[in-house]
């Protein structure tokens, strides 16, 4: 060993090191939307459709004109004519309700032209294959989730920089999107330095130690959306850690736990292509 030493430095300094020498990841990639859990959009995301795309049910119940019902009670219904039945998910054909007339219609599916309200269906008995009474009246626009009344076209969804998440991906999957724009991941490459160091699951021999490190801060780069992977344990020699840090130089940043012994013993200022050596 040389008899040269690092300084310590404060949190502050290595900081402001690190943003003098190290670029923002710029760029971006297209992932699918099954995919993208963990990651960062790369642009202010707008809504393509309307949510819900239609009028919808939002009871089990009878599509109708709400004027219709005006007046029903328990003791005194009113009859209606059912024309129709719409389940979730059915499409609408040349069905419209008029005067007089109700269609059965399911929660979730697509309310009827003409019909302004779901009369729910235990205010109403169904008298053979197309009459209905009804016994209670109802307001325009009961029971109906109304286009768009969650989210509206061009409304603007998410910022640029969102983490997305689980919540996130199921808006985005209502709206129909299947991929999104998401920046760049960092590449990271760990490395632990160190004779004393060990694998986890090999022998322990005398006078080694476990490394922690390198898997700790491993993880800590997953959890942070990295694309982080660990080279491995090396010796305290520059010259096998010279060669280890050329090859995995050209994937980004490189962080290690301890390099202070083999940074010495080669010269700090040997390093070459490598940019900074920063000890904290």
Not at 126 to 153: K, S, T
Request: aromatic letters at 6%.
């Amino acid at each position: 060993m040389s008899g040269r030493f690092l300084r310590l430095i404060t949190i502050d300094e290595a900081r402001r090191i690190i943003d003098a020498n190290i670029q923002a990841i710029g760029g971006f990639e297209i992932v699918p939307l099954i995919e993208a859990d963990g990651r960062i959009l790369f642009e202010d995301l707008h809504a393509p459709v309307d949510l819900p795309p239609f009028n919808r049910a939002l009871m089990d119940g009878y599509a109708v004109r709400s004027p219709d019902t005006f007046g029903a009670t328990e003791e005194k219904g009113i009859r209606l004519k059912v024309i129709g039945e719409i389940r979730a998910g059915d499409a609408i054909e040349d069905l419209e309700v008029g005067r007089g007339e109700a269609v059965e219609v399911a929660t979730g599916a697509r309310i009827p032209e003409g019909a302004d309200s779901v009369l729910m269906v235990e205010f109403a008995d169904r008298v053979g294959e197309d009459e209905l009474i009804v016994y209670r009246h109802v307001a325009p626009g009961e029971n109906i989730q109304m286009r768009g009344d969650d989210i509206r076209r061009g409304e603007n969804l998410l910022r640029r920089g969102t983490g997305i998440h689980a919540r996130e991906i199921g808006i985005l999957a209502a709206l129909g999107m299947d991929q999104i724009k998401v920046l760049r991941r960092p590449r990271v490459c760990v490395i632990s330095t160190g004779n004393e160091l060990e694998y986890p699951g090999r022998e322990l021999r005398e006078g080694k130690i476990f490394d922690a490190n390198g898997y700790m801060i491993t993880a800590a780069l997953l959890e942070l959306g990295a694309d982080a992977s660990f080279i491995g344990v090396i010796r305290d020699s520059y010259d096998e850690l010279r060669g280890t840090l050329e090859s995995a130089v050209s994937g980004g940043l490189i962080l290690s736990s301890s390099l202070v012994e083999p940074l010495q013993e080669g010269g700090i200022s040997s390093t070459g292509s490598l940019r900074i050596w920063v000890s904290f």
